[in-house]
């Protein structure tokens, strides 16, 4: 594909996969190629290309006679980081950001007690290289050069955990600190507790301790869900009382 055709295909699969997964088309909608193709001005080439890789998220499915049905948001590929994308750029963000915090509280610190036992020499020396960046970087709004040190040190303890099935996960991990970055879902310094709890968890993890890595890594996640509550409440929840302070900020 050339590199307009490559613009042209990411310009129709964003536009779509935005459109789908904010409720644009709910699930049952038919899709027309050619009217997708006319409407974009791209080729039916282009427009089938695009509704293969919806189909490898499960967003749609095409039957011939029929068209491209959009599936029920129950048959997503909700892991998949551009659908995760797409999720964090709608109306839907409190809810999915929630939801996904959620998911990271009960994986990262299992995974961080399990890189304490099982992390290399070289994967330590990388989480505690990751976690002074963030230091560096955690003062002068320097957010996205925070969130590379961020992301690298959440893809190493996962991955230092040697379970395959949460080194996958590190996409997601990924998807979600990114989203909350580039949607201003974040103070405009990281809160230096927090940016303290990702030093210590790579302590621990080099001391071999894992009982306090799994700690840690729990209180920095049980602050990303308070942070949450300030910054991108769920209109549908009950809101607590809140107090004056700021709650400790999770990464």
Avoid: K
């Avoid at 050339?2 to 038919?30: C, K, M, N, R």
């Avoid at 990924?174 to 230096?192: C, E, K, S, W």
């Avoid at 809140?242 to 900020?249: H, I, K, L, M, V």
Wanted: hydrophobic share 40%; proline share 5%.
């Amino acid at each position: 594909m050339t590199t307009a055709g490559h613009g042209l295909h990411t310009h129709v699969l964003d536009t779509l996969g935005l459109a789908i997964t904010a409720g644009e088309y709910p699930g049952g909608s038919v899709l027309r190629t050619d009217e997708i193709a006319q409407s974009f001005d791209v080729s039916r080439t282009v427009v089938r290309e695009v509704v293969r890789v919806l189909e490898s998220m499960r967003l749609v499915e095409s039957r011939r006679r029929v068209g491209v049905t959009v599936r029920p948001i129950e048959e997503w590929n909700v892991y998949d980081p551009r659908v995760i994308r797409w999720r964090l750029a709608g109306s839907d963000r409190p809810r999915q950001l929630r939801s996904l915090t959620v998911l990271r509280s009960a994986v990262e610190p299992v995974a961080a007690g399990l890189a304490a036992r099982y992390a290399t020499p070289e994967q330590c020396a990388e989480l505690t290289a990751c976690a002074l960046g963030m230091v560096e970087t955690s003062r002068g709004q320097q957010l996205d050069a925070y969130l590379r040190h961020d992301v690298a040190f959440h893809r190493i303890v996962l991955t230092a955990s040697g379970n395959e099935m949460f080194a996958r996960l590190g996409d997601v991990v990924a998807a979600i600190l990114t989203g909350r970055t580039h949607h201003q879902v974040m103070f405009d310094d990281p809160d230096p507790a927090a940016v303290t709890l990702h030093v210590q968890v790579a302590e621990a993890v080099r001391e071999g301790d894992a009982e306090r890595a799994e700690r840690i890594t729990r209180e920095i996640a049980v602050g990303a869900l308070a942070e949450l509550d300030v910054l991108a409440p769920d209109p549908l929840r009950v809101a607590a009382p809140s107090g004056s302070a700021r709650p400790s900020s999770g990464s």
